[in-house]
């Protein structure tokens, strides 16, 4: 009787054991996996940051996708923006824009602001919103937690172009952003011209070196006065040098007439203009604000748009 007793708290033993085992490994497996959730629109809680409200339904525009950055080791978060198209007919395949925000704001800025779901229907982009933080999208030389050009231009677009249907060739891949974000589409674009061949900038901070008290970019690169070519080099600007017409990129600048950044913005215009590099600029009514940006938005997909139809019909 003893004996049988025994047999038997050691098969429970056993069972619980087992059972803790495969738990400890399935939360192991789902830490090392981008999880994916969707959702309707974005709502603001009361600290003002944006949060989301899952849905059951798979075949959601809206999905947010939360991947761990092996560079940096920690998760980030990113919108991705799905054509209603893309659910209807499974072998068609998309053109990726990727959308970046603007200092202090994150991954759901653009869509509190703009209906994303309606320009991903109208000009036929996968739309990808990361979380760049206070980034300036490049990577800190100082700061090993905040890899941004390699998380956006390595890691989240090889996730994108494995997970989603999508023209996997610089032609139809395309960057673009506003005022911090401007800075990073365009530094992202002419620092990998083999990756993105478009980009766009929107009331962009181009020239950071003129900002350098400003935006936690000292928390990125160090103090200026200790750190003044590091400064230079991760300006935007300062890569104007380095481009070529060659590469065949369309770009795109635009801002306000009453923006902060319209003096920097100009200089960058007669830079562009003086290397005879090919780009579109343009000046509007405006600050630096979303009106003015909901708007550029327009302007930007539109002229990407464009390109790509210029393109596709080059090659018939």
Not at 32 to 46: D, G, I, L, M, R
Not at 111 to 134: M, R, S
Not at 212 to 232: P, T, V
Request: proline residues 3%.
């Amino acid at each position: 009787m003893k004996l049988q007793f025994v047999k038997i708290l050691a098969c429970i033993v056993l069972f619980a054991t087992c059972c803790i085992s495969c738990k400890a490994n399935e939360n192991s497996s789902q830490a090392s996996e981008p999880k994916v959730k969707t959702t309707k629109k974005a709502t603001n809680n009361k600290a003002g940051r944006p949060t989301s409200k899952p849905e059951t339904n798979n075949n959601t525009q809206l999905q947010v996708v939360e991947m761990k950055s092996e560079k940096m080791g920690r998760c980030i978060s990113n919108l991705v923006v799905l054509p209603e198209q893309y659910f209807k007919d499974k072998t068609t395949t998309y053109p990726v824009l990727y959308l970046l925000h603007g200092y202090s704001d994150d991954y759901m800025a653009w869509q509190n602001h703009v209906d994303l779901t309606k320009h991903a229907n109208q000009y036929g982009f996968i739309i990808v919103c990361p979380d760049g933080q206070d980034s300036w999208y490049f990577d800190s030389p100082i700061d090993p937690s905040y890899q941004f050009e390699t998380y956006v231009s390595q890691e989240l677009r090889n996730y994108i172009e494995s997970n989603y249907r999508t023209i996997n060739d610089r032609k139809h891949r395309a960057i673009t952003g506003l005022s911090m974000g401007g800075h990073g589409a365009l530094w992202l674009a002419w620092r990998h011209p083999d990756i993105y061949g478009m980009c766009g900038s929107m009331s962009g901070g181009v020239d950071i070196t003129a900002i350098k008290d400003h935006y936690k970019i000292d928390k990125r690169l160090g103090k200026y006065d200790d750190n003044e070519a590091s400064w230079k080099s991760h300006s935007v600007i300062n890569l104007v040098p380095t481009l070529k017409n060659e590469n065949e990129q369309f770009i795109i600048i635009d801002d306000g007439l009453k923006d902060i950044f319209i003096k920097d913005n100009r200089a960058l215009h007669a830079a562009l203009k003086e290397r005879k590099i090919k780009h579109e600029y343009s000046e509007r009514p405006g600050r630096h604000s979303w009106d003015y940006w909901v708007e550029s938005l327009k302007q930007h997909l539109n002229s990407f748009s464009n390109r790509i139809h210029m393109i596709e019909m080059g090659d018939r």
